[in-house]
Each structure stands twice: as C-alpha cells, then as structure tokens.
C-alpha cells in the first residue's frame, strides 16, 4: 500500500506491539484460501474474531490482511488469462486506486484530529479494493474474449461517476485545523495538501483509463473511483 500518514503507521506499530505478547497464547487462524475466497471478506472478518477471539482493532487488521493474502495472489493468476498490456494495466489501476484511497484516509484522519480507527478503515479499503479487482479483472477477460458491444447507458453512468468524483475530490486549500496545534498543526496542512495533490494525480490517470476501456469496465472503475475518493467523508 501507498504510504499513509506517519501516525497512522505509529498507531498500527504501537497496536501490533501490545497484542505482540498476546500472540502466542491466541488460536491460531488457519483457513485455506478457496474457503475464505468463498466465504468473503465480511464472514471471513467474523471468523477471525470467533477462532482468535481478538476483537480489538489489531485482531480486525490481521483479519483483513488475512483476507488480502489469499484475494490479491488469485486476483494476479486470473490476470494471467489477460495479455501483457493488459496486466500492466490492471497494476496501474490497483497502484492509482490505492494512491487516491490512502490518501482520502489519511485527509480523515487529519480532519477527524487523529484516531486509530482511521488506519483500520483504510486497511479494511485495501481488502475490499482486491474484491473490487477481482470483479475488474473478470470484466476485463470477458471483453477482451468477445466482439466489443457498445453499452451507451454503462458508459453514461461511467461519465456521471467520475464527474461526482471529480467535484469531491479536495482542493489545494485545506481546512481550518482546529484539533492540531502547534508544530504538529503546520506538519498536517503540509500532509493534507500533499494528499490532496497526490490524489488529483491518480484521478487524472485513472480517468483517462476509464476512457480507453469497454463501457462496463469503465463503468466498474468509475464507480470504485468515486469509492475511493469520497473514503472517510461520510465518517
């Protein structure tokens, strides 16, 4: 994943530490990848908790990582049934993805004045991008197996995504940070604005993605870019 803000990683390190001791007396988890691709990622993060019972914030990221390790290995062989261009592009969707999704969290978290739960969210956002692949993925092989259809309205709701993404996306301006003072206040609006640039960035290449692909894949990745960028807004 893209780098998120140095507190968020100090939060999750001073997490893992706590549990760290823990670790060795907890059950240990072990399901094999077809049964958690199965399952999903939401049953999968409650049965975490029910073997580990760790339901802290720790035992949820381990969940979702859990989780990533078998998605994002069976997302890359089904790429395979694509051509070289074709996974190049795959990566770069998930690298641009990732870019505009941590950086939105990492906006929360500095808007919100700090809290653990902001690394967790973005996290579980890294789980549920892989599910996101995996459907893009497929849409991909099944356009490119097949004479192209023209699908007018997909295409449609593919432009009005991006337009709604594009009119939320964070100007250079940022906010009035009342819950930051001092030094740390000056290191945020630095952060924030950084964010900001970085998301507008991939926005910018991920919309002429969307432009070059078949109408439903458009559509697919029009609708998760919006996802991503509007990520922590609703918190």
Known sequence: MHK???HIILALLLLGFVHSARAAQEPEFDLPCPQ?????LDKVADLYGEKTKDYSTYGMKQAFNYYVDCRRPD????????????RKQV???????SNIGNASWSNAYIIAGGGTLYGLASVGAYAEREDFMSR????????????PSRL??????????????RRSLPGPRAPTL????GESRAEMLTQYRSNAKEMRSAFERLQTIVRLLPDKAAELLARQIESEVSAGLEE
């Not at 958690?36 to 999903?40: P, T």
């Not at 990566?91 to 993805?97: P, S």
């Not at 007018?152 to 993404?165: E, F, S, T, Y």
């Open 4 to 6: 998120l803000t140095s």
């Open 36 to 40: 958690v691709l199965q399952l999903g």
């Open 75 to 86: 997302n890359d062989l089904q790429a395979r049934g694509l051509s070289v261009a074709g």
């Open 91 to 97: 990566d770069e969707v998930r690298d641009k993805l």
């Open 136 to 147: 893009f993925v497929a849409a991909l092989i099944k356009s490119a197996g097949s004479q």
């Open 152 to 165: 007018p309205a997909a295409r449609r709701r593919a432009n009005r995504a991006i337009d709604r993404a």
């Open 178 to 181: 009342d819950s930051w003072t």
